[in-house]
């Protein structure tokens, strides 16, 4: 399975982004996706998950409320819709699935 992911940029605080990661394999559409983020100097943390059907997510507690994750498994994407964007958001985003992941998208936040 390859990930790409796409629709990081700079945007001031408050504003929003749309993050999509696109997977070339049809196998996505049996697996769990999840989006993590490495921000300056921290380790990679974890930010939202979706299972396979699409009907159960998670969060991280700091995103709850902002952050959206959907997935169309006829396209093999995964979407991480980003609102209220705070300057602590900063990062590199990846998605994953399984053991894979996506090369990351740089989300910068300025105050």
């Known amino acids: 399975v390859q990930l790409q992911a796409s629709g990081g940029g700079l945007v001031q605080a408050g504003g929003f982004l749309r993050l999509s990661c696109a997977s070339s394999r049809r196998t996505f559409s049996n697996n769990a996706m999840g989006w993590f983020r490495r921000a300056p100097g921290k380790e990679r943390d974890f930010v939202a998950g979706?299972?396979?059907?699409?009907?159960?997510?998670v969060y991280a507690d700091s995103v709850k409320g902002r952050f959206t994750i959907s997935r169309d498994n006829a396209k093999n994407t995964v979407y991480l819709q980003m609102n209220s964007l705070k300057p602590e958001d900063t990062g590199v985003y990846y998605c994953?699935?399984?053991?894979?992941w996506g090369q990351g998208t740089l989300v910068t936040v300025s105050s």
């Open positions: 994953n699935c399984g053991t894979t």
């Open positions: 979706i299972n396979w059907r699409g009907g159960s997510t």
